[in-house]
């Protein structure tokens, strides 16, 4: 079954070390400047440029600018772009972020098309990713229960999808990071988790991929009616449908996302996930 993009976009990112330390009179020496990064983000936009922007920790969810852009799947991409720059430059990494929309991209169309829905052997892997590629990929359908048998397929479809996806993506050098579905609060089984599940299947399968945007949003159900845990943002901040987190949300959302990104760059020994050389064929 084809998962599909609820809208499909690319960032490339290039990252440059944040301008550090005063470059004293060292016999005339320049500091040297850290290698680049690129980042390629696939998937939904995280954030909604038509959302009520909430000032959060350093930095501010949507640019007035670009929320006065007319509305559209472009403006939410820019609207993510714009958030994730922020909270990068308040965490002392400079992100030069530009965006192209992609309607109608889908995961089982990219690994159907390009990889012909077959990963890679063994031998093709490469051990040291040069690149960075953040997805936010969502099953074909985000309402129904991930105990529907009809989505339960979708999902293990999606696990085998990122599975392949993210194998060819170590075979070109490219490391994998996975934004962990926000829990929504329509239902014990959303999709949003069978969405997870999904994507911890393909990790349990081999898929290297490393998990990163998790927030504290977190349901208890009695009685069929979402309970929100005392530390967790409450159902209000999830529309009326219990499937859409606002301006709020999606800011603790960014802002982890950032956390990961900026400690990985900092750090890029650690950072990557595995190659994925020893993956299950």
């Known amino acids: 079954m084809k998962k599909t993009l609820a809208a499909a976009f690319i960032f490339a990112v290039g990252l440059a070390a944040c301008g550090g330390g005063g470059g004293g009179n060292d016999g005339g020496g320049t500091t040297p400047t850290a ?49 994730l720059t922020d909270a990068l430059a308040a965490r002392g990494v400079t992100a030069e972020i530009t965006t192209q929309v992609m309607d109608g991209a889908a995961l089982h169309q990219i690994v159907t098309t390009e990889y012909n829905g077959k990963p890679p052997t063994v031998d093709q892997f490469k051990t040291d990713p040069g690149e960075w590629i953040i997805v936010n990929f969502q099953l074909d359908d985000m309402v129904t229960p991930a105990d529907d048998p009809a989505q339960q397929v979708a999902m293990k479809q999606f696990a085998s999808d990122l ?10 050098g490219k490391a994998v990071f996975v934004v962990t ?17 999904a994507m911890q299947s393909a990790f349990v399968d081999g898929a290297p991929i490393r998990f990163i945007g998790g927030t504290p949003v977190s349901f208890g159900f009695l009685s069929g009616k979402a309970v929100p845990s005392t530390t967790s943002p409450g159902i209000e901040h999830f529309g009326a449908d219990c499937r859409s987190p606002d301006a709020f949300v999606q800011n603790l959302q960014v802002d982890s996302i950032a956390d990961s990104i900026a400690s990985a760059y900092k750090d890029t020994g650690a950072a990557a996930p595995a190659s994925g050389a020893s993956a299950t064929q």
């Open 163 to 172: 599975l392949v996806f993210s194998q060819w993506a170590a075979v070109a």
């Open 35 to 83: 290698k680049a990064l690129t980042i390629s983000m696939y998937g939904k936009p995280i954030v909604s440029s038509s959302s009520t922007a909430v000032a959060h920790a350093q930095f501010s969810l949507i640019s007035a600018a670009v929320a006065a852009d007319a509305p559209s799947v472009a403006s939410d991409a820019q609207a993510t772009a714009k958030s």
């Open 181 to 197: 579905p926000i829990q929504t609060c329509d239902t014990q089984n959303s999709a949003s988790m069978g969405l997870l599940s």
